[in-house]
């Protein structure tokens, strides 16, 4: 469940965030107002924000929208990691989103308490001003990270400027596509990618200069005569699909550091993105196995366990081991795991430091429509 913290500062908007906070069922809310709340008196509203904008998703300041800047100004950080804020007035009356409009959801999030309070969402992004496709807030609502957040201000100049963008998606997406946006099948030349895989277009820059490079002088760029240096491409925008299973095994004890680096090394290798993987998977001997959940809680992923007889009906080539069979019942850990949601094994057993790691991708339909 997200979390959210409510701050009011007069009785008043005690009362407004308290009506604001039963709007959002979805969310562990917090309320504190600090008229009220002795615990609050004495505490620095700066040191209060820097702590709600590590433990939450958003945060609502029923008050004056500069009481709201100058507490979160210090612990901006990143778009991509910056909790959601919104300013609400404490009569309720309009709702202002103030960071993280898209990533973080704010601007829904005010529009969700401005039609159920009957108030005014005050919406300032452009695209949303404009109509016009938002790329993050579409990432965000299908379940997508997004590995370089600073490459969505080109896509959304683009589209604003009335300019088209390429998408390429390795998996399938429903819907027509929103104004402005084509399907590309070359990855290496898309403007957006939605993928598992790490890297966007790298090598794309040369490809284009062997097919549009110009004759120049020699030693005008360095090179030989008859090419000219093409511009390196602009880098793609890339969301990141949770579609990647982690099959795991490790011997008894391993720690979550051990684990960690096993899992990194494998990522690295398979040129997958970590944030890819949407769960770990293993025999269920291991399911208590303390560095193995620690390993998943810091990377907030879930983790799926099955019997031998389960792992021993898995289809698919997998690499047999008679040690593992006769330490736990089953020919192989990792890979029979991997493949036990129904995923295809992209990446077979990688061991390192006691651990083993395989990769399976499942498919997951997106969506252009509104959920």
């Not at 027509?176 to 890297?199: L, Y």
């Amino acid at each position: 469940m997200k979390h959210a913290k409510f701050v009011s500062f007069t009785e008043i908007g005690a009362q407004t965030a308290a009506k604001a906070a039963r709007l959002l069922p979805d969310f562990l809310c917090e309320r504190y107002a600090r008229t009220v709340d002795l615990s609050l008196s004495n505490t620095s509203l700066s040191r209060f924000a820097q702590q709600a904008m590590v433990d939450c998703d958003m945060i609502v300041f029923v008050g004056a929208a500069g009481i709201a800047v100058r507490a979160i100004a210090p612990h901006v950080a990143s778009k991509a990691s910056d909790s959601a804020v919104v300013a609400i007035d404490e009569a309720g009356r309009f709702a202002v989103p103030l960071l993280s409009g898209h990533l973080g959801g704010a601007n829904e999030l005010a529009q969700t308490v401005a039609r159920a309070a009957g108030a005014i969402p005050v919406i300032t992004t452009a695209t949303d001003v404009r109509g016009v496709w938002a790329v993050d807030t579409w990432a965000r609502r299908a379940g997508l990270a997004v590995s370089n957040p600073e490459a969505i201000k080109r896509v959304s100049a683009r589209l604003l400027s009335g300019g088209r963008v390429a998408l390429y998606s390795d998996m399938p997406i429903s819907g027509q596509p929103p104004e402005g946006v084509d399907f590309a099948s070359d990855r290496a030349r898309a403007d957006i990618v939605v993928s598992p895989f790490a890297g966007a277009n790298a090598g794309a820059s040369v490809r284009a200069a062997e097919t549009t490079g110009e004759v120049v002088p020699a030693g005008e760029t360095g090179k030989p005569a008859g090419v000219r240096a093409q511009a390196p491409a602009p880098e793609s925008l890339r969301l990141v699909v949770p579609c990647i299973v982690a099959g795991i095994g490790c011997r008894r004890g391993a720690c979550a550091e051990a684990i960690g680096e096993a899992f990194l090394l494998a990522c690295g290798q398979a040129g997958i993105s970590p944030s890819a993987v949407r769960e770990a998977a293993t025999i269920d001997v291991k399911a208590h196995e303390e560095g193995l959940l620690a390993f998943c809680r810091a990377r907030n992923i879930p983790l799926a366990t099955y019997s031998a007889e389960e792992l021993s009906q898995v289809e698919g080539s997998v690499s047999p081991s008679d040690f593992v069979r006769a330490t736990v019942g089953v020919d192989n850990v990792c890979e029979r795991a991997a493949l036990a949601d129904g995923g295809k094994l992209i990446f077979p057993k990688l061991a390192h430091g006691g651990v083993t790691v395989a990769f399976s991708k499942v498919t997951i339909e997106l969506s252009f429509k509104e959920r």
